[in-house]
């Protein structure tokens, strides 16, 4: 079935460092692609997504890129702030039962050290 | 208003008790998800109600029972719990099924003793 493998983390830098976090996919078809993020006690949130290849998604100084030839949406930021620590989910868009469900990676703990 | 709202943050209960989880949103979403989330693990799906109707039941145990009394509102009852049904408990919305953006709630952290 469609899947996504995360790189394990956690993944702990310095202020002003630059981010990636691998993000790999195994799909049948063209799937909608996304990365949610978790700060700590709340909910997810959509961070960004893309919807077909080559579409690049970006927020809050985040990015990633849509690439089908490798399967993947990794994620990048050029300056981490402490603010940013969180758990980062990438995850595709998975056809259930008529509904869009999101099928999520393992999650990969990011900090931030001042 | 782009908010998932839930009630209670926190809820601890015995194994014998009867308790329920509330989930609002007044975004106008057709479209309605409960899932459950393990410490360090992703989301599980449980249930998806489209236009107030349970269209997907990813085999949950009985003990919880999910409500969609109006389009804004969704409970999940929960009866007979055990210690392993702890788990942080989320809601979410999208405009419709065949969306897929989904706008996810803070959760309630669910403690069973």
């Known amino acids: 079935g469609d899947s996504v493998t995360q790189m394990e983390g956690p993944v702990t830098l310095s202020e002003e460092a630059f981010l990636t976090i691998n993000c790999t996919y195994t799909a049948t078809g063209y799937p909608s692609l996304f990365w949610y993020v978790q700060y700590p006690g709340e909910g997810l949130q959509l961070l960004l997504k893309a919807t077909k290849a080559d579409d690049k998604g970006s927020n809050k100084g985040f990015e990633a890129t849509y690439r089908k030839e490798t399967t993947s949406f990794h994620l990048e930021k050029g300056s981490v702030q402490v603010s940013d620590s969180a758990v980062y989910f990438c995850?595709?868009?998975?056809?259930?039962?008529?509904?869009?469900?999101?099928?999520f990676g393992r999650g990969t703990s990011l900090i931030v050290h001042p | 208003d782009t908010e998932v709202t839930q009630t209670p943050k926190h809820l601890v209960m015995g194994m014998t008790n009867k308790k329920s989880l509330k989930c609002e949103q007044h975004?106008?979403?057709?479209?309605m998800y409960w899932y459950k989330q393990k410490a360090k693990k992703p989301p599980e799906l449980m249930f998806v109600y489209s236009y107030e109707k349970l269209s997907i039941n990813e085999s949950v145990p009985s003990r919880f029972s999910p409500e969609c009394p109006n389009s804004s509102l969704l409970n999940l009852h929960l009866h007979a719990l055990q210690p392993e049904d702890s788990a942080l408990y989320l809601c979410?919305?999208?405009?419709?099924?065949?969306?897929?953006?989904?706008?996810f709630g803070p959760g309630t952290r669910l403690t069973v003793l």
């Open positions: 979410a919305s999208s405009q419709d099924r065949g969306y897929n953006e989904q706008f």
């Open positions: 975004m106008g979403h057709r479209a």
């Open positions: 995850a595709l868009s998975v056809v259930l039962g008529g509904s869009y469900i999101p099928t």
